[in-house]
């Protein structure tokens, strides 16, 4: 076979030729188009806002103000906040 573009003689079944780098044939898929999208930032300000919260809870529990259970929801809700939104920015 003879590459369209340079004129090199390269084997039938090559699917690029190997001197300029252009496909032999037409591709059977085409990649999807990119799409821009932009999420909210309401789940990084509400995630960053139950952090705060429960670093605030956590000090008060050290000093045995807090209920320890209720400092412990309050730190796995901002977990599964963060986790969540790093989920759907990927």
Known sequence: MICKTC???????AFI?????????????????????????????????VLMIAALYMGRAAAGETPRILSWIIAGLATILVAWHLWRRA
């Open 17 to 49: 030729c190997y001197r300029c780098g252009v496909a032999t044939t037409e591709p059977q898929r085409r990649a999807p188009a990119a799409s821009k999208r932009r999420g909210s930032r309401l789940p990084a300000v509400l995630a960053l806002l």
């Open 7 to 13: 004129g090199t003689e390269i084997a039938d079944k």
